[in-house]
């Protein structure tokens, strides 16, 4: 999703300590650990305060603001402990805008690599034609083109958040998403470790508290698949939805998965299910299911599944009855291993 410029210029500019931490124990008590950058806290700043009066319905509200050369974005919510917890989040624009100018692909670069490919085909039978190769020659020739141009649009595809898979169907690289993203949602990772540190969370809290977040504060609305000629795969990567305050059932678990990612112990799946018109998509966290807990079976092991989407308001273990059904279905569902 990143160049590798920009990935480095994302993280030092996102730097909480993105460099430090201390590693949760298979308890989660161990503390993330934060420590300024040359004495300061850099953009991507986020503080949890907990209490207060809160505005909205129970708690839950939102505060998105553009500042001109900051963008800031503001959230209270009460996870599932009861514990009413307010998030402010910050990032100069200038970093926010080169991170949503890597994701995504353009037609034009795709129409560019085939272009590629088929003056490339036509010089190697010119050549052939020229120096009297046989139809076997040719033909392997042609195929070692088509081979490099498969390798062109999967790398150019994978720098752009996205997989090619069978048939020249793209998809969102949800792993790959996760991984680039985990650094850069740390900020949000360390004071949530800090407020389960203060209230003795477990595992599970901390993973309600996280899932209550994108359940409730941010709005589901589903992005455009084509915006501003870009191809989006109706997809916000993470950062875009703590700043702009919204995304669909993906984005929110991709997010969730980027947050959660940043301890160690943490093993998630995302778990996608076909639909018509569209499908839908959740995530799993490795945990011992309690009783009457929803949850799929991966490589002999136990994922508890969690509902990101919202806005209902449903703890790990309980997913809407459309997911239900569509885990369910004939046509199955497909799992992404994240970590």
């Keep these: 999703m990143l160049s590798a410029r920009g990935y480095a210029v994302l993280l030092l500019g996102l730097a909480l300590a993105l460099t430090t931490a201390a590693h949760l124990g298979s308890e989660w008590n161990a503390r993330l650990v934060q420590h300024p950058v040359d004495g300061d806290l850099l953009a991507g700043q986020s503080v949890f305060q907990i209490g207060g009066n809160f505005g909205g319905d129970g708690g839950v509200y939102q505060k998105i603001v553009d500042l001109g050369s900051l963008r800031l974005s503001e959230y209270g919510f009460t996870n599932f402990n009861q514990d009413r917890l307010q998030l402010t989040y910050k990032i100069p624009t200038e970093q926010f805008q080169t991170y949503n100018a890597e994701y995504g692909y353009f037609p034009q670069d795709v129409q560019k690599l085939q272009q590629w490919r088929d003056n490339a085909r036509q010089s190697a039978y010119r050549l052939a034609v020229k120096t009297g190769k046989n139809q076997e020659q040719l033909n392997a020739a042609l195929s070692a083109i088509d081979g490099l141009y498969q390798s062109k649009l999967r790398d150019y595809l994978e720098s752009r958040g996205f997989r090619l898979e069978a048939g020249n169907v793209t998809r969102i690289d949800m792993p790959q ?9 740390k900020p949000i990772a360390l004071v949530l470790d800090r407020v389960a540190t203060e209230h003795r969370y477990q595992s599970m809290d901390i993973i309600g508290a996280g899932l209550s977040f994108v359940q409730t504060a941010l709005r589901y609305r589903q992005p455009e698949d084509v915006w501003k000629g870009k191809h989006t795969g109706a997809f916000v990567p993470p950062l875009t ?11 929110k678990s991709a997010l969730l998965a980027s947050i959660l990612s940043n301890w160690a112990q943490m093993r998630m799946i995302g778990i996608f299910m076909p639909g ?64």
């Design 177 to 185: 998403v996760v991984r680039r993203n985990a650094p850069l949602l």
């Design 241 to 251: 939805s703590v700043v702009l305050g919204w995304g669909n059932c993906d984005s």
């Design 276 to 339: 018509n018109p569209v499908g839908h998509y959740v995530m799993g966290v490795l945990q011992i299911p309690d009783q009457g807990d929803v949850y799929v079976e991966y490589q002999g092991l136990k994922y508890v599944l969690t509902e990101p989407a919202g806005p209902a308001w449903l703890p790990p273990g309980r997913v809407g009855d459309d997911t239900l059904a569509k885990l369910n279905a004939p046509e199955g569902y497909k799992i992404d291993q994240f970590f």
